[in-house]
């Protein structure tokens, strides 16, 4: 997908909601196990089905279906070819933190770009260009670098200052990726909604390209900070919530809850989009 | 695992050689495919067998598990079970390179250490303590935290110095991980052979952790400045090579060869054990 077509998206949507599919075998509601359809799947579908009009991205998170070992990669598998046969104009993101050296990166890429449809997938910058390349190597694919996590380790080490030059380790990466051939049209960052403070500095850095931004609902994020320092004309924005959509109940009402909570979102992003002038 | 368990495989063998499973199924020899076998499962039960006595730990490279989609995974679940059934006493490595949000992290701890046997997984620090705590609360099981890499892209950011006090980004990583928990009992680290000139300073700060050491061989890095400055009195070194092995050869020959190159490894590594007065 084109950065040209998720913008028509976002407006055609009046949303730039992005639904994290962190579907946890220990958290969907127990009857979907009394079907013959496997219950992970079944939870997925009827998630995509109450949500899909109303988000723009979905952004399964590799390491619930990893945990269920080979089944839960048969169920992530069918649920990017259940999203790209009914829903073509959802871009989906991998969540799959990956990183390695070159020859390794590259079978990743082949994973998620070359078996799977995935549009994107979140990639750990601490290797440097050559664990990052081989996902651009990909026409029409994007890499999601993170700059700046939502989590409190975050301050570990992604705010060390370069002595050389007093920036920050997440502004370095985002300097940085530039020369690796990452473009607006090719690389995302992740930005965590609970850091929107620094959204101003790093859009002075990376002004058209679009954010991840993880954080909002659970971990604490304001959308409202989000859109103020980080909306930029095309919106630039893809704004993550998993567990305030996809357990807001955990009935056999979860789905309609489900659509109930993005649809919140959604109204709220409306107005953002409208404030800013871009619908 | 216990280090002292380690420590023991290690004297006992004459070997810290670590053989990387990087298994591709486009380099595998053709014959194995008209096998009613797995032929990437062929490929790496022949490895073992041929290279078990000579080695003290496997290392699988997910990266080409994954890129086969749901028979990889399979594989590489079948491929640990053997080695654990096989050969009890060596020491396996999930290299993954994974690390998440907390919540995130726990679901990859237990794909790893949970359902899989494995004795440790590669996790990447750059999302801090919280993305790699979880994997420290299994009992028996270790983390092993991306350092300094081997590869080009290592420059990129890990040798960035901190404003603060001059030192730089990996040695924050060794430094602020031992804050997390992390003990020579339970952390080992990445350490490229590429930058074994590094490997004193990097003793200085961790004397006692076993220390993962990637890139003999096809990357270039030498073994013996390896055993000169990073050995300690456990060794605390597990050398890895793959390609250098499982792709010794492409004929039918090809567990033999591998044999062969491991043995050569493992011969050396004997020299540097008595020359340490080790064994």
């Known amino acids: 997908m084109t950065r040209e077509e998720l913008f028509e998206n976002i407006k055609r949507k009046k949303s730039f909601l992005c639904v994290g599919l962190d ?11 009394d079907s013959d359809e496997d219950a992970m799947f079944a939870f997925n579908k009827a998630i995509i089905d109450a949500t899909a009009d ?3 991205a979905y952004k399964p998170n590799l390491a619930f279906y990893e945990s269920v070992g080979i089944d839960g990669w048969a169920v992530l598998d069918r649920t990017v070819e259940y999203i790209k ?3 073509p104009d959802i871009f989906i993101i991998a969540d799959a933190k990956r990183g ?7 079978m990743y890429a082949k994973t998620f770009f070359g078996n799977m449809d995935f549009d994107t997938v979140t990639v750990a910058p601490y290797m440097g260009e050559d664990s990052v390349k081989p996902f651009l190597d990909y026409e029409g694919k ?5 700059a700046l996590t939502s989590n409190k380790g975050a301050f570990d080490f992604q705010f060390i200052e370069d002595s050389k030059d007093g920036k920050k380790l997440f502004e ?7 020369q690796w051939g990452g473009t607006p049209d090719n690389m995302m960052y992740v930005v965590g909604a609970t850091k929107a403070e620094m959204l101003s ?8 390209n679009f954010l991840l931004v993880p954080g909002v609902g659970a971990q604490g994020g304001s959308l409202e900070e989000v859109c103020k320092y980080g909306m930029n004309k095309q919106c630039g924005l893809l704004v993550n919530s998993s567990r305030g959509i996809i357990y807001a109940d955990d009935t056999e009402n979860f789905a309609n809850a489900a659509r109930e909570a993005a649809k919140s979102l959604q109204e709220q992003m ?10």
Request: aromatic fraction near 6%.
């Open 100 to 106: 390695d050296i070159g020859n390794t990166s590259k």
């Open 172 to 178: 370095k990466v985002l300097e940085t990726s530039k």
């Open 142 to 146: 994007w890499v999601t670098l993170l």
């Open 270 to 279: 409306e107005q953002h989009l409208k404030n800013a002038g871009i619908i």
């Open 23 to 33: 579907t946890d075998i220990e958290k969907i509601p127990e009857f979907l196990f």
């Open 85 to 87: 046969e009914k829903h």
């Open 201 to 208: 500095e790093i859009r002075a850095i990376i002004p058209d």
């Open 54 to 56: 109303l988000c723009v």
